[in-house]
Nanobody, 122 residues
């Protein structure tokens, strides 16, 4: 079992930046793939990016333009840097973990954090 806790959500002005942290309760670098998602009311949850084996970082859609995922294996933490924020980035940002074997992620995310709110005002 892995417990995940997110930190860093805040209210910011458009154009600002935030760094979100997803802290895991155990070593994740070689055992777990960790993803960041976001969800707004009434919308489906979207995956932003995730980590894979051997330090590989994978982005979904166009999120790579302004968002950057990174991992600190010593701190069991996956970060999400949010830059040039827009009002439409307002959402709950959540991290999730799925097992990894041989550097390959399993299909289903198994553990989820509680989420952290990001609010961007114009």
């Amino acid at each position: 079992q892995v417990q995940l806790m997110e930190f860093g959500g805040d209210s910011v002005q458009a154009g600002g930046s935030l760094r979100l942290s997803c802290v895991a309760s155990k070593y994740i670098y070689t055992s777990w793939c960790v993803a960041w998602f976001r969800q707004t009311p009434g919308e489906e949850r979207d995956e932003i990016a995730h980590t894979e084996g051997y330090g590989k970082l994978v982005y979904s859609g166009s999120f790579e333009n302004r968002f950057t995922i990174s991992i600190d294996s010593d701190k069991n933490t996956v970060y999400l840097q949010l830059d040039t924020l827009k009002p439409e980035d307002t959402a709950i940002y959540t991290c999730a973990a799925r097992p990894m074997s041989g550097g390959v992620c399993y299909d289903r995310y198994k553990y989820w954090g509680q989420g952290t709110q990001v609010t961007v005002s114009s």
